[in-house]
């Protein structure tokens, strides 16, 4: 086992770093302020290749899994509402890339992002008014009419709602079905019966547009369903005779991959203002003497730095082992998410109450980290689920484990056990 960065990995850190210092950071407090969408920033990082299907490729490309971590981590450090901006079209992309035929991977995930010069963005609406953590309830509808579908309902809280080129949205086909009569269709931009409704005014993230996704008798062709007619009434028969399809376990690991990007995003919020105030505190004095002297702001910094460190282990494991296919069985994924989001809306105040009284003016950036920090225990999945995947996960884990351990213990004996037996006897004692 090797923890060291590659010298690629390295590189790529700094480039991804010198992003988010040169061309983010400047512009940072003005879109912050006048939440604005941070178009000059999306088209400097397609030029960086930081943006786009380019960038896709070479996160692909890694076998170790990391460039998109530290690429998430670097941009969510030079302002998290901007790396929003700038990443949140991978949710529809992704949207398409697990549901899509071949064909409308490849006609519709470059509608996410544009080609060449030209941007383009994607939105991914799940979440409504009552279903957000319990998606088995959503209310919108898909009603197919000839050969249109015909979409009613409202999207809520939708990252580029309203701005994006196309929207995946997601509705029920079969109500009585709950999660399991539902479909995702694509919807591009221009759709009659498709607009934006209130685009929300929030405590942080503000570059980022966030906004309601209206569906008013909205029509679109039958092939704009993901995954196409055949594969939709197969997935409806087997839900009607109570057959299993596995799709919920598929879809948790699915999650389970994507997961350490949203952890990475709050990584790189909690390391700007650790970094931020080591070089506040290095300046500053009080009557006990220099700040960064004092054993009691030690005390803090050093848990600052080492939950970090915690944090960003568990996002690196779990981008690991999400690109080499090991199974998450334990919920690695959620944990890092859980535990970045967690850390990094403790870590944020932690520092505020080092640097005191300046720390709560918007002079002061830690103020913006701390508005920041707070989406990352709501959003793709809140802190809470998190907690019941995890618990899940393990609970299933654990019993799994236990059952392996009985049957060797049930061998005849002379049969082979060898160092099988001794190994699951160590990790149930683990537990
Ligand atoms: C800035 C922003 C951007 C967003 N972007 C998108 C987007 O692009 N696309 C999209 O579809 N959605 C998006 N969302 C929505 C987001 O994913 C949901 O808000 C989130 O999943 C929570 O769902 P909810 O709002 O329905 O809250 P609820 O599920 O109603 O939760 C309310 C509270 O109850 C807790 N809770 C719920 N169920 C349980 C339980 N079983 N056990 C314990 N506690 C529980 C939750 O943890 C939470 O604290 C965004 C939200 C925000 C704020």
Redesign the pocket.
């Known amino acids: 086992m090797d923890f060291r960065l590659s010298d690629e990995h390295v590189e790529y850190q700094r480039y991804c770093r010198a992003f988010a210092a040169d061309v983010m950071r400047p512009v940072a407090a003005r879109h912050d302020r006048e939440q604005s969408v941070p178009w000059e920033c999306i088209r400097a990082a397609r030029q960086w290749n930081l943006n786009g299907l380019e960038f896709i490729q070479k996160m692909g490309s890694d076998p170790d899994g990391l460039l998109g971590v530290i690429a998430i981590e670097e941009l969510h450090w030079g302002c998290a509402g901007i790396a929003l901006a700038v990443s ?1 079209s991978s ?1 529809a992309a992704a949207g398409i890339a697990s549901s899509g035929t071949p064909e409308q991977i490849g006609r519709w995930v470059p509608e996410c992002y544009g080609e060449g010069d030209e941007i383009k963005l994607g ?5 409504e008014a ?5 998606v088995k309830s959503l209310r919108t509808t898909a009603r197919l009419d000839g050969e249109e579908w015909v979409l009613n309902g409202t ?1 809520v ?3 580029n709602g309203g701005i994006a080129d196309v929207t995946v949205v997601v509705a029920t086909v079969d109500p009585e079905l709950g999660h399991r009569g539902q479909a995702s269709f694509v919807l591009p931009k221009g759709t009659p019966g498709f607009s934006q409704g209130k685009k929300e005014d ?1 405590l942080g ?1 503000r570059a980022s547009q ?1 906004a309601e996704v209206v569906l008013d008798d909205c029509r679109v062709p039958v092939d704009f369903l993901l995954g196409g007619m055949d594969k939709l009434n197969r997935k409806l028969e087997r839900a009607r005779a109570g057959e299993s399809t596995g799709r919920a376990s598929g879809a948790l690991a699915t999650f389970e991959i994507t997961r350490p990007l949203v952890g990475a995003s709050a990584l790189g919020i909690a390391q700007a203002a650790y970094e931020w105030t080591l070089a506040y505190l290095e300046t500053e004095s009080d009557e006990g003497g220099p700040l960064l002297e004092q054993q009691r702001v030690q005390q803090v910094l050093a848990d600052v730095a080492t939950e970090i460190e915690g944090a960003r282990l568990l996002v690196w494991r779990a981008a690991w082992m999400g690109r080499n296919g090991v199974p998450m069985t334990g919920g690695q994924g959620s944990m890092s998410k859980l535990k970045a989001g967690d850390v990094a809306m403790w870590a944020v105040p932690a520092l505020m109450d080092l640097v005191g009284p300046y720390a709560q003016t918007t002079e002061c950036p830690l103020e913006k980290w701390f508005r920041d920090a707070k ?1 990352y225990q ?8 998190q907690r ?1 995947v995890v618990s899940r996960m393990q609970r299933q884990e654990y019993t799994e484990r236990l059952k392996e351990a009985a049957q060797v213990l049930e061998q005849p004996p002379g049969a082979p056990t060898g160092d099988v037996l001794g190994e699951d006897a160590l990790a149930v004692s683990t537990y």
């Open positions: 949140a949710l939105a991914y609406a799940v979440t009552g279903a957000g953590s319990d999207k809280f939708i990252s929030k993230i966030t989406i709501i959003f793709e999945g809140t802190a809470q689920i019941l």
